[in-house]
């Protein structure tokens, strides 16, 4: 019952930049986390980041820290991830993340975008 929209993703160089952004409407609660996973064939989907908008808190991946910063635009209840400096190993599918919960307490069911391709290369 919460749709994610997701917008961005394309091919880039090593070292330039790309932003995603996933906007979330339908049953939204007051309290969420929200943010982007990413997967690549052979592979789980792993944490890239997350936002806790109530918390004013964010967490980030150890491999994605100190080049990407997710931020918020609670008038539109959407997160936008900046990634800066990329690797040809951030190729993958990047999925927007939504589900309820306060901080990082985490309840109900998990909600997916459909994922778009980011690759980098030269």
């Known amino acids: 019952q919460v749709q994610l929209v997701e917008s961005g993703g394309g091919l880039v160089q090593p070292g330039g930049s790309l932003t995603l952004s996933c906007e979330a409407s339908g049953s939204i609660e007051t309290t969420y986390a929200m943010g982007w996973y990413r997967q690549t064939p052979g592979h789980e989907r792993e944490l890239v980041a997350l936002?806790?908008?109530?918390?004013?808190?964010?967490r980030v991946a150890d491999s994605v820290e100190g080049r990407f910063t997710i931020s918020r635009d609670s008038a539109k209840n959407a997160v936008v991830l900046q990634m800066d400096s990329l690797r040809v190993e951030d190729t993958a599918v990047y999925y927007c993340?939504?589900?309820?919960?306060?901080?990082?307490?985490?309840?109900?069911?998990?909600?997916w975008g459909a994922g778009t391709q980011v690759t980098v290369s030269s």
């Open positions: 936002s806790y908008p109530s918390a004013g808190d964010t």
């Open positions: 993340y939504w589900r309820a919960g306060f901080a990082r307490l985490m309840y109900g069911p998990t909600y």
